[in-house]
């Protein structure tokens, strides 16, 4: 729903990572597809579709070339991984992120991202 929008009008939605489920009463109500989601303690903007696709975009296609969810978080490679992935693909990304990783919605699409067995698991 974050990336397609709600089918449904009007709409709220709550994100949580530790399965609380009192922040549903935080949640804005939204009047169109896309909007405001809740996210722990957080309020995302996601009604700007074509910068969610695209920043969802950028960092599927990093984790498809070894940039990892965690390593999306903290903006951070480990010097082993530099090799594999390639200097100039993580330096690209790097200057892209680091700008972004603070925001709420850089920190909501890192939590959406799929987790190296969710990807594997996807292959098989």
């Known amino acids: 729903m974050v990336l ?17 489920k009192h922040g549903a009463l935080l949640a804005r109500v939204n009047q169109s597809p896309h909007g405001i989601w809740a996210f722990d303690e957080m309020r995302v903007d996601c009604a700007d579709v ?16 070894g940039i990892w969810r965690t390593m999306q978080e903290n903006v951070e490679c480990p010097p082993v991984l530099i090799s594999k992935i390639g200097l100039k693909i993580w330096n690209v ?12 919605l850089y920190v909501l699409l890192c939590y959406l991202l799929p987790s190296k067995e969710e990807l594997k698991n996807a292959d098989a």
């Open 4 to 20: 397609n929008g709600s089918p449904s009008i009007p709409w709220s939605g709550w994100i949580t990572t530790s399965y609380k």
């Open 50 to 65: 074509r910068k969610v696709r695209d920043w969802w975009n950028i960092m599927t296609t990093a984790q498809k070339t």
């Open 93 to 104: 990304f790097e200057s892209w992120a680091m700008p972004r990783r603070q925001s709420s």
